[in-house]
C-alpha cells in the first residue's frame, strides 16, 4: 500500500488525520499524526467553526510510525485534497519550530478565551436575543 492522507477516528472519540503507511487485517501503520479538534466561535454574525490540527503522540514519543490495533478505529477514510495541503502545511510549520512554544501556545488559548467571554458579556450586556 502506498502512503496516503487519511482520517482516522478512534474509539475513545478521537480524530486523527495522519499518513497511513499500512493497513493490515489487524493493524493500521500511520505517521506524522495529528489529533483534529473543532474549535466553535461566537462572532457577531453567528457561531463559526475552525479546525484546529495539534500533535498527538509526539509529545510522549519519537517513534516515527504508530501501529494502531484495529480493534480502536471506528473509521479510517481518505482526505479531501483542500485538507490534505491544509495538513501538509502544518506539519512543514511544526517541522521549521517556527511555530510557538508551549507557553505561547497556553497564552494565545487563554487569550482566546478572554476573547470569548468578553464577546459573552457584551452580547448580554446588550440584551441580544438569539434564536
Known amino acids: 500500500m502506498s502512503k496516503s492522507t487519511n482520517i482516522v477516528k478512534l474509539s475513545n472519540g ?3 488525520i495522519c ?11 500511520i505517521e506524522s499524526p495529528l489529533k483534529m479538534e473543532t474549535i466553535s466561535r461566537v462572532t457577531k454574525t453567528g457561531v463559526v467553526e475552525s479546525l484546529s490540527l495539534g500533535k498527538w503522540m509526539q509529545l510522549f514519543s519519537d517513534q516515527k510510525t ?9 473509521i479510517n477514510l ?8 491544509y495538513y501538509e502545511y502544518v506539519l ?17 488559548e487563554e487569550e482566546e478565551k478572554q476573547d470569548l467571554k468578553d464577546q459573552m ?3 448580554i450586556k446588550d440584551d441580544v436575543t438569539i434564536h
Open 92 to 108: 512543514k510549520k511544526m517541522d521549521l519550530g517556527d511555530g510557538p512554544s508551549e507557553e505561547e501556545l497556553k497564552a494565545i
Open 19 to 29: 499518513n497511513v503507511v499500512s493497513d493490515t487485517d489487524k493493524h493500521i501503520e
Open 121 to 123: 458579556l457584551e452580547y
Open 78 to 85: 481518505p482526505v479531501t485534497i483542500g485538507l490534505e495541503k
Open 66 to 74: 504508530i501501529s494502531l490495533n484495529k480493534n480502536i478505529v471506528i
Open 14 to 16: 478521537e480524530n486523527l
